[in-house]
């Protein structure tokens, strides 16, 4: 064989895993994209096959992908199995959270759909660029997550965003109308939840933090304010009634994942939720998006009103409504941390019902 017709072939098949892999994923995270900001009409199935080659595996079984700058992002995907025949649910937390503080909730959710599950850059298994200088913004995390479904190929999703997870749903959805960076979404979000958030920044309004970016705080102030930002999440009559299951809380932030939790990070994160703007960028949003509001009236965090105010930016939204019938809740007086109340098959079942059922078409101004 000749040897130079076998260095040619190798060179080829080099040059098209690195195009492959390295520089198209690169581009279309930074890619400013206009031309068709909606994502192309979908075929009848709900994904691509799931890429793992650019994973790494944790020895927990967590995956990490590396975004371009370097730093990664851990993500679980519960209920693969269902892949090929629900639409996936993508659940986005918030300020301070870790991917596995809804506990039950994905669980009972991978039964019906594909869930993901992840941390954001810095926080939990993920971790910052190797710098570790980067300014933490909305933008910036609503690109981690734009990244990482486009390493998946998920042809469409449905998103549920809590609190800083909502903000940064919003952010996704709005980058193809970025004034300077205009992005395409490779996917077609199909519905969208909205929960305990906002569409526009509010002073005095958050989790009641503290902590300063390159300010280190010690461990017994940590640990005092991580028992302040859950006792605000919840409500007093729910802390009285549930006062073992408050301590758990307590305890498994202090004594598993304190270190997780970069005091430093969450201090970005919360400057980050001061300074966001898209919200004249909502008039822009696809129609056939249907979008579930779901604001508990005990919220002490993000305050009831906040709602309402993604309301005015998005009309044809609808909000979680009271009742016994499976895609309704007991009641609206929950606090910020929902998932905390009702049993986990409640809200399964408002997430359920309201990606599966028929609806009409979208409210008009």
């Known amino acids: 064989m000749d040897p130079s017709k076998t260095n040619s072939r190798g060179y080829k098949g080099l040059t098209q895993f690195m195009g492959k892999w390295v520089y198209e994923p690169v581009q279309r995270y930074f890619s400013p994209e ?88 810095g926080m939990g298994g993920s971790s910052l660029s190797p710098k570790g200088d980067e300014e933490i913004t909305i933008e910036l995390m609503a690109r981690d997550l734009l990244f990482l479904l486009t390493h998946l190929k998920w042809r469409q999703v449905a998103l549920c965003g809590h609190s800083m997870g909502g903000v940064i749903a919003q952010q996704l959805l709005v980058l193809p109308y970025h004034p300077t960076k205009p992005t395409r979404l490779p996917f077609r979000t199909t519905h969208l939840f909205l929960i305990g958030t906002r569409c526009k920044v509010h002073l005095g309004v958050g989790l009641p933090l503290t902590a300063v970016p390159g300010k280190p705080r010690s461990v017994e102030e940590r640990r005092e304010g991580a028992r302040k930002v859950i006792a605000a999440s919840l409500d007093p009559t729910w802390i009285e009634a549930n006062s073992s299951r408050f301590e758990h809380l307590f305890g498994r932030v202090v004594n598993n994942s304190l270190s997780n939790r970069p005091a430093d990070v969450i201090a970005k994160q919360g400057v980050a939720l001061r300074r966001f703007d898209f919200e004249r960028l909502l008039d822009y949003l ?43 809740v007991p009641t609206l007086k929950f606090g910020h941390l929902w998932y905390e109340y009702f049993d986990p098959q409640i809200w399964c079942d408002v997430l359920h019902e309201f990606v599966v059922r028929p609806t009409g078409p979208p409210a008009k101004d």
């Open 34 to 121: 206009s031309s068709n900001p909606v994502a192309e009409k979908q075929s009848s199935s709900f994904m691509q096959p799931m890429t793992q080659s650019a994973d790494n595996r944790t020895e927990n079984g967590v995956l990490n992908v590396v975004l371009p700058d370097g730093a990664t992002l851990a993500y679980e995907v519960l209920g693969s199995h269902n892949l090929a025949k629900a639409t996936p649910v993508v659940m986005i937390c918030g300020m301070t959270a870790l991917r596995e503080d809804s506990e039950q909730l994905p669980k009972v959710l991978a039964r019906s759909h594909p869930v993901l599950i992840y941390d954001h850059r």
């Open 286 to 328: 696809p129609r056939d998006i249907q979008v579930l509001i779901i604001h508990g009236q005990l919220d002490q965090v993000i305050p009831f009103s906040c709602g309402q105010d993604i309301m005015k930016r998005i009309p044809w939204a609808r909000v979680i409504e009271e009742g016994s019938q499976p895609g309704k």
